[in-house]
């Protein structure tokens, strides 16, 4: 079990910049495979960004692909999104994940979410 926490959500309008942050509370963070996911009224949860244990090796979905970056800091046990050229359709509430394995076609999370922030963009 590892207890994560979202924050830095907010409104925005298209074409700014946002950056979520993710904190987790385990021991074990280093160990594990991080993901963001997002879910918009209405749709399915959706896989968006990974990034693998050191932070070498991350994926993306193609919608946000050149526009989000995903990183981690391990020594803060700490996971960020940094969001550019936000979209209207970027809508959602965003969660972190711990255990994620996704890639094309799959978006299988891990047990461990976060509680959600909300991101809103407006015209």
């Known amino acids: 079990q590892v207890q994560l926490v979202e924050s830095g959500g907010g409104l925005v309008q298209a074409g700014a910049s946002l950056t979520l942050s993710c904190v987790a509370s385990g021991q074990s963070f280093s160990t594990y495979v991080m993901g963001w996911f997002r879910q918009a009224p209405g749709k399915e949860r959706e896989c968006i960004a990974t990034?693998?244990?050191?932070?070498?090796?991350?994926y993306y979905v193609s919608a946000v692909k050149g526009r989000f970056t995903i990183s981690r800091d391990n020594a803060k046990n700490t996971v960020y999104l940094q969001m550019n050229s936000l979209k209207l359709e970027d809508t959602a509430v965003y969660y972190c994940?711990?255990?994620?394995?996704?890639?094309?076609?799959?978006?299988?999370?891990?047990?461990?979410w976060g509680q959600g922030t909300q991101v809103t963009v407006t015209s």
């Open positions: 990034t693998s244990s050191s932070g070498g090796a991350t």
């Open positions: 994940n711990a255990g994620s394995v996704c890639y094309a076609g799959v978006s299988q999370p891990g047990d461990s």
